[in-house]
């Protein structure tokens, strides 16, 4: 019901679950052409010092100390 409640917000129509499942074919999503012009951390990109990410060094990390301190086996603190 979310997912096509987001969807009718963007004029995009999804079949009740059951039909599409039933279908198994794929739902064609328009493309939006502002996407296209979209560029992930653009402010962070354009400014670090006065954007930074929320990460612990305010930077992209290759490394998370937060995440190797977990000790998840199949999750290193880096990738």
Request: charged share 25%.
């Amino acid at each position: 019901n979310v997912a096509r409640q987001r969807g009718a917000s963007q004029q995009v129509e999804l079949p009740p679950f059951a039909e599409f499942w039933q279908a198994n074919q794929l739902i064609e999503m328009p493309e939006n052409p502002d996407s296209e012009r979209f560029i992930r951390f653009a402010d962070f990109r354009r400014d670090p010092q006065a954007h930074p990410l929320k990460t612990a060094s305010g930077k992209i990390e290759i490394f998370s100390q937060r995440i190797a301190d977990y000790a998840y086996p199949d999750c290193p603190g880096h990738p």
